[in-house]
């Protein structure tokens, strides 16, 4: 297991392109040992070239990557110890699953009875124990996908476990008792882990820090929970969570800001003078139906409700402006389509030009 | 003018695919069929679309039999998962081609092609080739192709399972205003989203190991599941069930737990009874009754699943926001029995929460 650090990294496929155009903006980050890291955004965010970076199968245009104190930027992805699980799983079909999980031990000097007590241990983590013997043919595609991470577990001086989409192929149904297994794996094995995904759900389940990602930038990096209070700008507002978080414009007075004529109070104060676009952000589950009109209420119009089960999302508008908050279904459906929101203050966020206001 | 399955059943290969499946459809609705992996969903699809033949029962369209009709004469449109299109043709071409094979005039294909570039938003692509669009952008050309016709039927068979997260959010929402005026066609939606099922139907079908369980509108399926194997179905998490019993004006739980019962089963007999929650109705909270260990936790973008094991046996509680607990945390949550569920120990409904249907 390994501190990974970055620095300076930056990469272009094409030679000579300028920097704005680049699959990835140079950028410093560093990856602490025995954490566990996601990568997240929408296809061509990057994430595939920065993961691609750390495990040696690009080399970056510029910058440098260290495992440790090692400075690891020239060495192939043989000789930088890492283990890999890729979308499709990658065993050998005619092997038994012990055999699989085997072999990348047998270049090792271990005794064969270290190698079968380290096998035996990662087959009954993954739940594989009662099948080491079949050939891995024979399994199903979450279970072959499980090999693949077994084969990287039973090395356990790996410097970092790198997952690129481990869960995409496999079977809706399925995916919960991967993502479990994957979790629990984490948890147990300490190893520092760099998952890619495109799934938000994924990389807020699994990660201590996820790092959201949007046109070879780096927009956001902080633990699952700062995503969602804060996020750091509108981009990030709108990727993690469901629905995306509201952004609403405002007017300023006074330093104050105000929406629908009242004054608002916000967790963060304005600061910086009023230029620019000035908005507020609030999260759809942190709008609520106000039962009488106070402080930090403004009226709003009910224009549609989406039934979801337990929860429903009222879109509502604010001056014209649309918002969405969530309502539980055991408190059922206002009886008039005029309300008044409340805005809790503490969940309030100002934003100039999309971005958070310290 | 509807679509009436008369007691159908399939079997393939000795394995039962359906079995006595009866229901009504009308034109103009949108029916979503809701299930696990090997409900029968796509087995559904495919004897109304003529693939799969009906050992017994009968198909009929508008109270004529249909189930001897060949494919391509039952004038069914479907929409897959995968993103299926003509790669050599550009998008107006791919939404053209079965107006064209159907014999429609230049003038009125050109209209049509029109009309439904413009409601999934594809104006600017029109002349693009599919092969270069994203996959988001190739459903959208795969359902104009689909609804363009104006097909008797429209089947839909997951069209968003293979898309991102946010995509699949957004056309949703989209979905739901395209699919609101949708004139003389039976639409059917096949999903494993409870989400999504609620959402988008006019009514849910909820299928389970080939069987139909229970089909209505979303309100009535969610509030009114015949059973517990609905009521899990159709929440997600799954419904929290546990075995307990009513005596003497207390419903009594495993470990001693116990609460006086409440309004909506004043009118139960003493004895054994499934009692069910749905989690964001358990309340976690460090002055709690119930201890509980947390067993694993799952985080979506603004929702938190926190899995515990409990003296009432596993549960799953769901809170709003990001709240991060480690796998063995102790935690203590207040169970609501005003909001339970119950059920015979055959697990069959007879009983649910009264709903507060208004806020004043």
């Known amino acids: ?358 | 003018m509807s679509l009436i399955a008369k007691n159908i059943s399939v079997e393939v290969d000795s394995v039962q695919h359906l079995s006595d499946l009866s229901f009504e459809m009308s034109r103009g609705r949108l029916y979503t069929v809701l299930g696990r992996t090997m409900a029968g969903k796509t087995s559904l699809f495919r004897v109304i679309s003529g693939l799969l033949k009906i050992d017994s029962g009968d198909l009929t369209l508008d109270d004529k039999s249909i189930k001897d009709e060949m494919i391509w004469r039952r004038d069914v449109a479907m929409v897959y998962q995968q993103f299926i299109n003509y790669p050599h043709l550009n998008v107006s071409q791919n939404i053209a081609f079965p107006l064209k094979k159907a014999g429609l005039k230049k003038g009125e294909v050109e209209l049509r092609v029109h009309e439904y570039l413009a409601k999934v938003g594809m104006m600017e692509f029109k002349d693009r080739k599919v092969s270069e669009l994203s996959g988001g952008q190739q459903q959208r050309v795969a359902l104009a192709r689909a609804l363009a016709r104006k097909s008797n039927i429209l089947l839909l068979d997951e069209p968003l399972v293979n898309l991102d997260y946010k995509l699949r959010e957004q056309l949703r929402e989209e979905f739901k205003s395209l699919f609101s005026d949708q004139g003389n066609v039976v639409v059917l939606y096949a999903t494993t989203d409870p989400a999504e099922a609620m959402m988008l139907g006019d009514e849910v079908l909820i299928m389970h190991e080939g069987k139909l369980l229970q089909k209505g509108t979303p309100q009535e399926v969610f509030e009114n599941p015949k059973s517990t194997l609905v009521a899990q179905i159709i929440n997600d998490p799954p419904m929290n069930i546990f075995q307990g019993s009513i005596s003497v004006g207390n419903i009594n739980l495993p470990g001693g737990v116990s609460f006086d019962v409440p309004s909506h089963m004043t009118h139960l007999n003493s004895g054994d009874y499934l009692f069910g929650t749905v989690s964001p109705a358990i309340m976690l909270n460090h002055q709690g009754s119930l201890p509980a260990t947390v067993t694993y936790e799952e985080v979506s973008g603004s929702e938190s699943f926190i899995y515990v094991d409990s003296k009432i046996g596993p549960l799953v509680i769901q809170i709003a926001g990001i709240h991060s607990f480690r796998i063995g945390e102790n935690v203590a949550f207040n169970l609501n029995p005003e909001s339970f569920y119950v059920f015979d120990l055959g697990g069959q409904t007879i009983g649910t929460p009264s709903r507060r249907k208004m806020i004043k």
């Open chain 1, 1 to 358: 297991m390994a501190k990974v650090t970055l620095q300076n990294i930056g990469h272009s496929y094409t030679a000579g392109a300028p920097i704005e155009t680049w699959a990835l903006k140079p950028f410093d980050m560093t990856w602490e040992n025995g954490k566990t890291y996601s990568l997240v955004g929408p296809s061509g965010c990057g994430k595939t070239t920065l993961l691609n970076i750390v495990s040696g199968i690009v080399k970056p245009s510029q910058g440098r990557v260290f495992f440790d104190e090692t400075d690891v930027t020239d060495l192939p992805t043989s000789r930088r110890n890492i283990a890999q699980v890729f979308q499709f799983p990658v065993i050998y079909q005619s092997m038994t699953v012990y055999d699989n999980l085997v072999f990348p031990l047998v270049c090792r000097k271990w005794s064969k009875e270290r190698i079968a007590t380290k096998v035996n241990d990662v087959a009954e983590v993954l739940g594989l124990g009662d099948r080491l013997k079949k050939t891995a043919r024979s399994l199903n595609a979450d279970d072959k996908q499980l090999i693949s991470l077994g084969r990287g577990l039973v090395r356990d001086d790996v410097a970092a476990l790198l997952m690129d989409e481990p869960l995409t192929v496999i079977d809706p149904q399925m995916k919960f008792h991967l993502r479990r297994k994957i979790k629990e794996i984490n948890q147990q094995f300490g190893q520092t882990v760099v998952y890619v995904t495109h799934d938000q759900y994924e990389a807020m389940t699994f990660a201590d820090d996820v790092l959201v990602m949007s046109n070879g930038r780096v927009v956001q990096s902080g633990s699952p929970e700062e995503l969602f209070e804060s996020p750091q700008n509108a981009y990030v507002g709108y990727f993690i969570g469901s629905p995306a978080m509201n952004f609403i414009d405002v007017s300023v007075s006074n330093l104050e800001i105000t929406l629908g004529g009242k004054v608002l109070r916000t967790r963060n104060t304005l600061t910086g003078g009023v230029g620019g676009k000035i908005q507020i952000g609030i999260r759809p589950e942190y709008l609520s139906i106000a039962r009488s009109g106070g402080e930090n209420s403004i009226p709003a119009t009910i224009v549609d409700i989406s039934d979801f089960g337990s929860l429903r999302v009222l879109k509502v508008t604010i001056g014209g402006q649309i918002a969405r908050l969530k309502v539980s279904r055991e408190d059922g459906i206002p009886s008039s389509k005029e309300i008044l929101l409340n805005f809790p203050a503490q969940k309030t966020l100002i934003y100039r030009d999309s971005q958070l206001l310290a």
